[in-house]
Each structure stands twice: as structure tokens, then as C-alpha cells.
């Protein structure tokens, strides 16, 4: 069984589109995480939902939309795509929001490339 | 700033050795460590963790060692297999408010030599 999933794997598009990337837990987690992981591999936070609530949102453009229907889905809609947005986007998920030892579980990745 | 870990660089070890990964972390506030596994095509995988107030955690063929005075943290991992060649992730806890913020490292690539 597949704790966290993402889909798509790939996606491949032209700048200027828009497109949304799902992800879904079976963990039964409370918190869910948007991260960016640069061709670098530097991985950074980008938001952080828990109960479908906004906890964290970092200074990321307002073309990103997060959306979570509920507790156990987070959908990242990105809006007129733009060269710079090609990266691998990563969902994660933990029981908690806090807590000092709330360990982060991840999906496979989306690989984004803007053509 | 925030700042774990700046570079990426390559460890190449021959299989059997024992190899060490180093990470320096930039918050003093932070009590709590997590390293991460990440092959390739794949999300990042917990490895182990450690408290603030320990200094050295040991897992299976892994042990964490975690210097506060000089911000420092290392994975040592036993007898390396070429299944452990991949990109690992030194990470802090930080606490904002009662949510947690993952900060990561840039991570460093283990190559396992047969």
C-alpha cells in the first residue's frame, strides 16, 4: 500500500499553462506538506496544511494555490507556468503539525518540466 | 538566515567500508534532527533522528552523532552496500507557534563502489 501518492509522475508543458499536481495520504495524518527540490536537489518547504488549514506558506509566488478538500488530500495548483517552475515537487505528510518529533513522510515526486 | 548543510557534495566509498556524512546546522533553537535517504526517482525516506539532548543515536548499521557547540551533525553508516548509494539529507525541526518547519540541507551523494 502506498503511504503518500502524487500524481502525476511526470509533466511535461508549455509556459503559460496551468496545471495541478494531487496528492494523497493513507496515513490517516493530520498535516500535509508542498516542497520544491531544485535540479540541486536543495529541497525546501512551500506550504503546510493541517486539517485543511494553512499553517505555513512561504514566500512562494501567488500563482501556486494549495487546495486541500480534506484531511487526507493536498493539491497544488500552479498557475501560468513559467520556465523557473521546473523542479520536482514533493508531497509529504505527519501526524501532527507540532510536537518536536512529528518525523515527515514523502511522496515519490512529480517531475515538472516547463517547456 | 537559515542554513543546513550548504553544498552537495559526493562521498565515494568502496562497498564493505564504513563512511561518514557531515552536516552543519545554522539554529540554535532547533531540538530536533532528522536524516533522510533519497534514491534516485524516488521522495526523501526518514533514516534516523535524533533529540537535542542526546549526542549519539545508533540504528540498524546507522548512528547519529550530533555536536550542539559546533552545530554539527554526522550519519556514520556500517559496512556501506551498494544499496546505500543515494543522496542523504541532514534536516531540523524548527518550531513556529506550535507547527513544525522541516529545514533541510543540501544534501550529499553517497557512491558505493563494489
Known amino acids: 500500500d502506498t503511504a503518500v501518492s502524487q500524481t502525476p509522475k511526470y509533466l511535461v508543458t508549455q509556459m503559460g499553462n496551468d496545471k495541478s499536481i494531487k496528492c494523497e495520504q493513507n496515513?490517516?495524518?493530520?498535516?500535509m506538506y508542498w516542497y520544491k527540490q531544485d535540479s540541486k536537489k536543495f529541497l525546501k518547504i512551500m506550504f503546510s496544511?493541517?486539517?485543511?488549514?494553512?499553517?505555513i506558506n512561504e514566500t512562494v509566488p501567488n500563482r501556486f494555490s494549495p487546495k486541500s478538500p480534506d484531511k487526507a488530500h493536498l493539491n497544488l495548483h500552479i498557475n501560468s507556468l513559467e520556465l523557473g517552475d521546473s523542479a520536482v515537487y514533493f508531497c509529504?505528510?505527519?501526524?501532527?503539525?507540532?510536537?518536536?518529533?512529528?518525523?515527515?513522510?514523502f511522496g515519490p515526486g512529480t517531475r515538472l518540466l516547463v517547456l | 538566515g537559515e542554513s543546513v548543510g550548504l553544498h552537495l557534495p559526493t562521498l565515494s566509498v568502496q562497498e564493505g567500508d564504513n563512511s561518514i556524512i557531515n552536516c552543519a546546522y545554522s539554529?540554535?533553537?532547533?531540538?530536533?534532527f532528522i536524516w533522510y535517504k533519497q534514491e534516485s526517482g524516488k521522495g526523501p525516506q526518514f533514516i534516523i533522528d535524533?533529540?537535542?539532548?542526546?549526542d549519539k543515536r545508533q540504528g540498524q548499521r546507522v548512528t547519529v552523532l550530533l555536536n550542539k557547540t559546533v552545530k554539527h551533525l554526522s550519519l556514520q553508516i556500517a559496512a556501506t552496500q551498494p544499496g546505500d548509494s543515494a543522496v542523504y539529507f541532514c534536516?531540523?525541526?524548527?518550531?513556529?507557534?506550535?507547527?513544525?518547519?522541516?529545514?533541510f540541507g543540501a544534501g550529499t551523494r553517497l557512491a558505493v563502489h563494489p
Open positions: 509529504a505528510s505527519s501526524l501532527l503539525a507540532g510536537g518536536s518529533q512529528e518525523t515527515q513522510y
Open positions: 496515513l490517516g495524518h493530520d498535516t
Open positions: 496544511y493541517n486539517n485543511k488549514e494553512l499553517i
Open positions: 539554529n540554535s533553537a532547533s531540538d530536533y
Open positions: 535524533i533529540r537535542s539532548n542526546m
Open positions: 534536516a531540523e525541526i524548527i518550531s513556529l507557534g506550535g507547527y513544525n518547519k522541516l529545514i
